[in-house]
């Protein structure tokens, strides 16, 4: 097996950095080549890697307190100096970037979620050279980092073009009141020590230079002749915002009525707003998988557990968590047909590693669920700061947007797209599969609206070496 | 049963262009789903699928031939008329750009047809291998299942109904289908739609479906009698044939590797359906070519006798899919009408049936050596052989492979016993087969 070499990747591949709850996101423009290589070179010896952290003498690891990574547009490259024919060494999609019109089309980037209304990323994409991602332990270690950046960007002739904060809300929700960043693929070599019985994914899925599912090394771009990408990746920046008024409000308007026997007949309309948003989400609240707690949230089941499923030999029609949920959408382990192998083989080659954080204040208190009846809109911009970590963004990223989330016939299905993150527009529906015969949600409305976007080359730390030194 | 018609004729010199404008106009129009008011394809009932895609001369840089295909229902006299007689001028139009296209269509409508059916054989070629999504159903009984699964839909989605539909559902288990959906006409408003809406529907429904033959000890003897015929066909009939009649002459493409931004990504995912239009060239040598027709013959005959229920090597979104070895075995064109996206498409080819990728393409000079499990090699192999289809049209565009069978099954079973698995159905899903 190739080990990783840990030292040499950007750490937030590596790790998610859970015990630092804010983040920052800086956009940046180069000015200047020189200017633009110097900073790269000056951020070299700033940036968190993936290796150990250090042990203090009773064994305990020391945490960091703070990390920095850094990724590269497109534009940024060329900005930087980089000789066109080394620029057409990456992928097509990478080299178009998130807001071209055949990435908008493969996307669903449309009507609202249309680049053209973006703060970053659509209209002023070429101008985004740059991303800083900063994941701090406090607010002042956070401003503290903003400081020492900004005296950097002063110094070399970087202009700040936008930033974004994420703060991690309570319990890790996200702003509809969902357990947030469970499920993610653990690397074949990881040596992260959970025993979670999750199957493993190729590294190569992940970072470049490694061999992925298919037993290939993957693409990897070229300066001056010689290899550039390995130890690095790809990640994918997307700023969504939410209406939670509008989701909780939808989810209210449309629980279902039920007489008779059978356990709905039995919940309180409370309960049943609960168990609808949850049959959207896939998960409760809690985190807790419906597979595992089909009517009602069970909080006995330990939170290693919460990973720890396949769908086709437990929950074969849906009944527990809908085909069409966000979850079973976003990961359908085993669920595709034909058969639960060649399911398993295909959902494994379309993973991405997620890392983000919540922005904006909540609107109601989200341990609280559901919200008050008819819960009002009070204009504040929150949401999800998306970050995806991916080799292969058309084969990772945009395959999961495309074939998964807004393919209106995903798993079988008839006219349904991803109920959370959805463009939607009221025409689509979701089944809620159930013995002996399913019921329909109809008109499903946008209830994420996606606010900007970036793709973003993230180099090792030697290849940033080469970047900061090049021509 | 459905057949597939692939004819490759020559433009006339300085007709490129105009053809050209054309074809788009038309593929704008379908992409859009509105009517083409010279070419009412939604009409031709005989008409599942069709595409025109210009073959270009690289090294002249010239549109060099109008490559035509369709999946159709009935005769080809039946489908070519239906044509002359509801997009008449279109054909004028499109075909007319084309040498040896009868021009007496206005003078003598009778004699024109009997000319444009000689045209259309003329420049016809048989395919190696074919494959079908739904044998045996129409675009006629298409229409009528789906419509037929949008009622029963609407049925249970009406609120009198969904509010008691599970409490009562459980004990009506052993009923038919057709007897369950009448037992909520107790309920006036289910009663309403029932006789409105249901039963018209209902009675609309063909008696008996025509199904494949079920896999049995029959099945691979005629698998054999069926491959040493088809062997006979191939290898020897086929080419004396064309030696004595002049069909399917010498063509002399000439391409080259195209552009992947070529007019081709942009034209995808308008709708649920897309297409690919793949001309590969095949490998000089006697022996490649043999290894080709008879591993294609294989083809054919698997999907006939073995996968002729909506899934082949697993991929369960083809609804047709044809390889034809055109130009004296210098090509292989291959197209395809499929569901979702290109890379979910390609991605099913290489996660199910690489083997079977390979077997056929390592015909193609420059496939990669470690075959389809190299990915993206293999995606950039196919961009590079895709030419644009200029013109594109599917009949039914919004609804899946699946999704049609699924249909079919809920509008064919309603007399059997037991509801519980046709009631399943109802939520799609793709899991009973």
């Known amino acids: 097996m190739n080990e990783l070499h840990n030292a040499d990747i950007q750490g937030l591949v590596i790790s998610g950095y859970g015990h ?16 633009g290589r110097k900073w790269v070179a000056d951020m070299i010896p700033q940036i968190a890697t993936g290796a150990r952290w250090p042990k203090d003498d009773q064994g305990k690891t020391i945490k960091p307190d703070h990390m920095i990574n850094i ?37 669903g980037d449309t009507g609202e979620n249309a680049p053209v209304n973006w703060e970053v990323g659509g209209d002023n994409a070429a101008d985004v050279h740059a991303i800083i991602v900063v994941l701090a332990v406090s607010e002042a270690k956070r401003t ?52 979670q019985a999750e199957p493993t994914i190729a590294e190569g899925e992940f970072v470049l230079g490694y061999k992925n599912e298919y037993g290939q090394l993957p693409f990897s771009p070229m300066l001056d002749g010689q290899d550039l990408g390995k130890n690095g ?36 309309d409370d309960e049943k ?71 398993l083989k295909t959902a494994d080659r379309h993973l991405l590693i997620r890392r983000g ?16 009846a008819d819960i009002a809109d009070d204009g504040v911009d929150r949401g999800l700061i998306f970050l995806a970590i991916n080799a292969n963004i058309s084969r990772q990223f945009e395959f999961v947007q495309q074939s998964w989330v807004e393919n209106t016939h995903f798993h079988g299905l008839y006219n349904e797209k991803d109920p959370i993150i959805g463009n939607a527009n009221g025409t689509t529906e979701m089944t809620l599969a159930a013995s002996p015969v399913r019921r329909t949600v109809k008109k499903l409305q946008r209830f994420v609206t996606i606010k900007g976007g970036g793709y973003f080359f993230m180099p090792s730390i030697s290849a940033l070496g080469r970047i900061a030194t090049m021509g | 049963m459905q057949h597939a018609l692939t004819v490759i004729a020559k433009i006339k010199p300085g007709k490129g262009e105009e053809l050209e404008a054309l074809l788009n106009t038309i593929g704008q129009d379908v992409k859009g789903k509105r009517e083409n008011s010279h070419l009412e394809l939604g009409e031709i009932e005989t008409l599942q699928f069709g595409r025109w895609a210009l073959i270009p001369n690289k090294r002249t840089g010239t549109w060099q031939y109008l490559f035509f295909s369709s999946n159709y229902d009935g005769s080809l006299a039946d489908h070519l008329n239906e044509f002359a007689d509801k997009s008449g001028e279109a054909m004028d139009k499109i075909w007319g750009c084309c040498e040896g296209y009868p021009e007496n269509r206005t003078r003598n409508l009778a004699q024109y047809k009997k000319d444009f059916l000689s045209f259309i054989k003329t420049h016809s070629i048989d395919y190696n291998a074919f494959y079908i999504g739904y044998r045996y159903e129409t675009l006629r009984s298409k229409r009528i299942f789906m419509d037929f699964r949008d009622a029963v839909s ?12 599970e409490g009562r559902l459980k004990h009506h288990l052993d009923r038919t289908p057709a007897e369950v959906l009448a037992s909520f006409n107790d309920l006036p408003a289910a009663k309403q739609f029932y006789d409105d809406r249901l039963k018209p529907a209902m009675d609309s429904l063909p008696g008996k479906a025509r199904r494949p033959r079920p896999r049995d000890f029959l099945t691979f003897p005629l698998f054999i009698l069926d491959f040493i015929r088809l062997f006979i066909e191939v290898i020897i009939y086929r080419p004396l044939r064309n030696q004595i009649t002049g069909r399917e002459p010498a063509l002399n493409i000439d391409l080259d590797d195209l552009n992947i931004n070529d007019g081709i990504t942009d034209i995808e995912d308008v709708i649920t359906q897309n297409q690919v239009t793949i001309i590969s060239a095949i490998k000089p040598g006697w022996w490649t070519l043999f290894k080709l027709r008879v591993v294609l013959i294989g083809i054919h005959l698997v999907a006939k006798h073995f996968q002729n229920r ?52 390592t015909s193609a000079p420059r496939y990669p050596e470690q075959g389809a499990q190299d990915i993206e090699a293999f995606k950039n192999i196919i961009r590079v052989n895709q030419i644009r289809t200029q013109a594109f049209y599917s009949s039914v565009p919004d609804t899946t492979v699946m999704n049609l069978l699924n249909d079919g099954e809920i509008s064919t079973t309603l007399d059997k016993a037991g509801s519980a698995e046709w009631l399943r159905r109802l939520q799609g899903g793709g899991i009973i087969r």
């Not at chain 1, 002739?157 to 929700?173: C, F, M, Q, Y």
């Not at chain 1, 922005?359 to 208190?365: D, M, R, T």
């Open chain 1, 20 to 35: 630092l709850y804010h983040g920052h996101y800086l956009f940046l423009r180069f000015n200047d080549a020189e200017g």
């Open chain 1, 71 to 107: 990724g590269l547009s497109c534009y940024g490259l060329g900005a930087l100096g980089m000789p066109e024919a080394s620029q057409a060494t990456f992928p097509h999609e990478f080299r178009q970037g998130i807001a071209h019109p055949d990435r908008q089309r493969i996307l």
């Open chain 1, 144 to 195: 503290q980092i903003y400081e020492g950046l900004k005296a950097g960007f002063a110094a070399n002739d970087v202009t700040l073009i936008h930033e974004d904060v994420g703060d991690k809300l309570a319990d890790s929700r996200e702003h509809f009141g969902f357990f947030d960043g469970l499920s993610q693929p653990r690397l074949t070599t990881s040596n992260r020590d959970d025993k």
């Open chain 1, 233 to 268: 990746t790809y990640m994918v920046f997307r700023k969504m915002h939410q209406d939670v008024a509008a989701f909780w409000n939808f989810i209210a308007a449309n629980i279902p009525e039920a007489e008779g026997e059978g356990e709905l007949a039995t919940m309180t």
């Open chain 1, 273 to 343: 707003t609960v168990w609808l948003a949850a049959k959207l989400m896939g998960r409760w609240p809690s985190g807790v998988p419906l597979v595992m707690a089909p009517w009602r949230d069970n909080a006995s089941i330990p939170q290693d557990q919460w990973n720890n499923f396949m769908f086709h030999d437990r929950d074969p029609y849906g009944d527990q968590c809908p085909f069409g949920s966000h979850v079973r959408r976003m990961n359908p382990r085993d669920s595709l047909p034909p058969t639960k192998e060649e399911g």
């Open chain 1, 357 to 372: 954080l919540p922005y904006g204040a909540p609107l109601f208190p989200l341990d609280q669920l559901p919200p008050p």
């Open chain 2, 154 to 165: 609407d049925f249970f989605n009406l609120p009198d109904v969904a509010k008691v539909a």
């Open chain 2, 310 to 361: 909506g899934s082949l090597g697993g991929i369960a979104t083809i609804h047709f899919a044809r390889w034809v070895i055109i130009d004296k075995g210098r090509w292989l064109l291959f197209t395809s009408n499929y569901d979702g996206s290109w890379p979910s498409y390609i991605g099913d080819f290489v996660d199910k049936a690489a083997k079977g990728m390979d077997f056929i393409w």
